[in-house]
C-alpha cells in the first residue's frame, strides 16, 4: 500500500510580523504558498479563514484555548491546520448552537490537520467527507462525558482515499472513537482509544491497515464491519500488532442505534474484535487481553438480521470469507463483566458459555472460548455442505479456543454450539 504523504508544517518563519504572517502572500516553505497564523481571540476571523482559504494554504493556530461555533473547508486542495500540540492548542466546541460536526471538510485534496485538542462537540469532532490525501496526526478528539450525550464519532473520515491517522487519541464517541467508513486504502497506527463505545471502527473500508495502536477501556475495542445500503464494498484488512484490551464498558450508544438492526449498540461489552460480515481480513501479532466476553467474534450479516439476502449486491454480501487468523495473544479474565447481563447481545454471550457447560461437564464452567464463529456461512445460500466453505483459517495454539455458535438454531431445541476447531485449521 502506498502510504500518503505527510505535509508538517514545522515552523512560522522567525521574525515575521502578525501582519505579514497573516498576508496571503507568495511563500514556499513548507510547499504552502499562503500562510495565515492565528491566536486566542481571533475566532471569527479563523471561522471566515476556513470559509475562504485558497489552494495550497496553512493555518497555524496558537497555543490557548480557542472557543468555536463550527468550522467548514470545501473544494480546496493543499491544506495544513496546524496547532503546537493538543496539549497547548484546544479547540473547544461545547457552546455549538449548529452544525452536525466541530470541523468539517468537504472535498479537499491533500489535507492535513496536526496538533491539536478537538473537545465537547455536540456531533461529530471531526468529519472528512469525499477528500483524498488525508492526513490527521497527533490529534486529541475527545469529550468530557462519555455517556449517550457525546457525539458519534470524534475522528471520522467518510468516503475518502488514501487516509492516514497516526498519534491520535479518541475518548467519550458514543459510537466510535476513530471511524474510517466506506474509504480506500486507509492507515491507523500508532493511535490510542479510550471510554468509547468502539475504540476504532472500519466500515465498508478497502485496503486497510491497523497497526501499532491501544485500544481499552472501550465497550468494544476494535470492529471491521461491512453494512449493507452503502456506497462501497471493504475489505482487505489487516490489523497486527495493536494492543486490544480491558474492552468491558457499558454501550452507551444513542437509543437510535439500540433500536436499528445495524447500529452499534450491539456491540457487546466485553468484546476484543469483532467481524461482522467483512472478508479478506488477516488478523495477527495482536495482544487481545481481558475483553472478557469474547476476544474475537467472527459474525454474517445473518446473525443480526435474518432478512441480509434481501440486501445483497454488488456492495454487500452478508457472509464473511476469507478470515485469517493467527499468532495472536489471548487471555481473559474469570467472569463476565458486569454491564453484558444488561445487554441484548451479551445476553446470548453468557447463554453460549451457560449451555457450552452444560454440554459438556468435563468443561468445569470453563470461560467462553476466545474465538466464537456465528457458523452461517455461504451454504445457507447456495444450499451446499461444506464444513468451511467461506475459508476461515485458524491457526493458534490456546486451549479453550473455539466455539461454532450454531446461531442458525439458537434459541431452538436443536441448538449445539461447537467447540470443535477441526475444519477451521488453516491447512
Known amino acids: ?85 493538543p496539549d497547548k492548542t484546544i479547540l473547544d466546541f461545547s457552546a455549538q448552537s449548529q452544525g452536525g460536526e466541530g470541523i468539517r471538510v468537504t472535498d479537499v485534496k491533500g489535507f492535513t490537520i496536526n496538533g491539536m485538542t478537538l473537545k465537547d462537540s455536540k456531533g461529530d469532532l471531526i468529519k472528512i467527507n469525499k477528500s483524498e490525501k488525508v492526513v490527521v496526526t497527533n490529534l486529541h478528539a475527545v469529550w468530557s462525558k462519555s455517556d449517550s450525550t457525546s457525539g458519534g464519532y470524534a475522528i471520522y473520515p467518510v468516503m475518502c482515499k488514501n487516509v492516514l491517522i497516526e498519534n491520535c487519541y479518541a475518548q467519550g464517541a458514543s459510537d466510535a472513537g476513530i471511524y474510517v467508513g466506506q474509504s480506500d486504502s486507509a492507515i491507523v497506527r500508532k493511535c490510542k482509544a479510550y471510554k468509547n463505545v468502539a475504540g476504532c471502527e472500519i466500515e465498508n473500508t478497502a485496503h486497510a491497515e491497523v497497526y501499532d495502536n491501544d485500544f481499552y477501556g472501550n465497550t468494544a475495542g476494535f470492529l471491521i464491519f461491512d453494512l449493507p445500503d452503502l456506497s462501497r464494498r471493504g475489505g482487505f484488512v489487516k490489523a497486527y500488532n495493536n494492543h486490544f484490551h480491558d474492552n468491558n464498558e457499558r454501550n452507551f450508544a444513542k437509543a437510535g442505534s439500540f433500536g436499528s438492526t445495524w447500529g452499534v449498540g450491539n456491540a457487546a461489552p466485553g468484546s476484543g474484535v469483532v467481524i461482522l460480515a467483512a472478508s479478506d481480513i488477516e488478523l495477527y501479532n495482536n495482544r487481545i487481553i481481558n475483553n472478557n466476553s469474547s476476544a474475537i467474534s467472527v459474525v454474517s450479516g445473518f446473525f443480526i438480521d435474518q432478512n441480509a439476502a434481501a440486501k445483497m449486491n454488488a456492495n454487500y454480501d452478508p457472509i464473511p470469507r476469507n478470515i485469517f487468523i493467527h499468532d495472536n495473544e489471548m487471555k481473559t479474565d474469570s467472569s463476565f463483566p458486569a454491564a453484558v447481563y444488561e445487554h441484548h447481545v451479551g445476553k446470548i454471550l453468557v447463554g453460549i458459555e451457560q449451555q457450552l457447560n452444560a454440554q459438556d461437564p468435563s468443561r468445569k464452567n470453563a470461560r467462553m472460548p476466545f474465538i466464537a464463529y456465528d457458523g452461517i456461512t455461504s451454504n445457507v445460500l447456495t444450499k451446499g455442505t461444506a464444513a468451511n466453505p467461506d475459508s476461515l483459517c485458524i491457526r493458534q495454539s490456546q486451549p479453550n479456543l473455539f466455539v461454532n455458535i450454531d446461531a442458525l438454531h439458537l434459541g431452538t431445541k436443536a441448538w449445539k454450539p461447537s467447540t470443535d476447531v477441526t475444519p477451521f485449521i488453516c491447512k
Open 1 to 85: 500500500m502506498k502510504l500518503p504523504g505527510i505535509y508538517h508544517l514545522l515552523f512560522v518563519a522567525l521574525g515575521c510580523t502578525m501582519a505579514a504572517c497573516n498576508s496571503q502572500t507568495e511563500q514556499h516553505d513548507g510547499g504552502y504558498k499562503n500562510k495565515l497564523t492565528f491566536v486566542p481571540g481571533e475566532e471569527m476571523k479563523i471561522a471566515e479563514a476556513f470559509l475562504s482559504l485558497k489552494d495550497s494554504s496553512s493555518i497555524l493556530l496558537k497555543a490557548g484555548t480557542y472557543k468555536f461555533d463550527n468550522l467548514s473547508i470545501a473544494q480546496v486542495n493543499h491544506i495544513l491546520i496546524d496547532g503546537e500540540g
